[in-house]
């Protein structure tokens, strides 16, 4: 099945006040009573717009993305993401667990399924919805995108249907990958979570597995253009 017609002129990033999900939207207002000091808003994509590669997470954490306004950030999570993004290319400078750390993301942007902190870091199948149109639109808006790495199930799931595929004929595994358009890879990991690594889930040495592949992949599309 090929991907669905885009709409190229939908946002690919929501506003700061989005109102879509209620309950996101309670959750954000709570937070932003409790800690006036963090970022409380829809984590806005990290990244250059002529990536070649897109990594989706889930959503942001509370204590993470939520706090300091960008993708994985400031939890477990972003230190295992970052230090594999350092080692293959896909990062520059020093991860300092701060949006202000001067990081850059080299030809690779980080962005999520869910653009909004979730209570218990769950969002519901509504909320995941009602987000997908800033996914698909995030998607279309990298003309140069040629690997995707979806970290968790959901974030594949999202994808797929952000992309107008059939989960059924894709189904998520650590270490798979799809074809899911003209010269366009989904790649899938566990996600990179404390949890999934304290249980052995995913080690070190899988995750990098699986980002050894998809730099392969990157390596093998047309290059990044980074003047005129």
């Given at each position: 099945m090929g991907a669905a017609p885009v709409d190229m002129s939908a946002p690919s990033e929501p506003p700061p006040d989005c109102?879509?999900?209620?309950?996101?939207?309670?959750?954000?207002?709570?937070?932003?009573r409790a800690h006036?000091?963090?970022?409380?808003?829809?984590v806005r994509s990290f990244g250059p717009d002529t990536a070649r590669l897109l990594i989706v997470g889930l959503a942001p954490g509370l204590r993470g993305a939520?706090?300091?306004?960008?993708?994985?950030?400031?939890?477990?999570?972003?230190?295992?993401?970052?230090?594999?993004?350092?080692?293959?290319?896909?990062?520059?400078?020093?991860y300092g667990a701060r949006a202000d750390d001067g990081l850059e993301l080299v030809d690779c942007m980080i962005t999520n399924a869910v653009r909004c902190v979730p209570p218990q870091n769950k969002p519901t199948g509504a909320e995941a919805a009602n987000c997908r149109p800033f996914l698909t639109a995030r998607v279309a808006a990298l003309?140069?995108?040629?690997?995707?790495?979806?970290?968790?199930?959901?974030?594949h799931d999202q994808l797929?249907?952000?992309?107008?595929?059939?989960?059924?004929?894709?189904?998520?595994?650590?270490?798979?990958?799809?074809?899911?358009?003209d010269g366009l890879q989904l790649y899938d990991s566990y996600h990179c979570s404390r949890y999934?690594?304290?249980?052995?889930?995913?080690?070190?040495?899988?995750?990098?597995?699986?980002?050894?592949?998809?730099?392969?992949?990157?390596?093998?599309?047309?290059?990044?253009?980074?003047?005129?």
């Open positions: 109102t879509v999900c209620p309950r996101l939207v309670a959750f954000r207002e709570a937070n932003r006036s000091d963090w970022f409380n808003a829809p939520n706090q300091t306004g960008r993708p994985f950030t400031g939890d477990y999570a972003g230190d295992l993401l970052y230090a594999t993004l350092l080692k293959f290319g896909f990062a520059a400078g020093r003309p140069r995108l040629s690997a995707i790495l979806a970290l968790g199930r959901i974030a797929l249907s952000a992309l107008g595929h059939r989960r059924a004929e894709h189904v998520f595994g650590h270490g798979h990958r799809h074809a899911v358009g999934n690594t304290n249980t052995g889930r995913l080690t070190v040495e899988m995750f990098e597995a699986v980002m050894a592949d998809v730099r392969d992949a990157v390596d093998r599309s047309p290059p990044v253009r980074t003047g005129t």
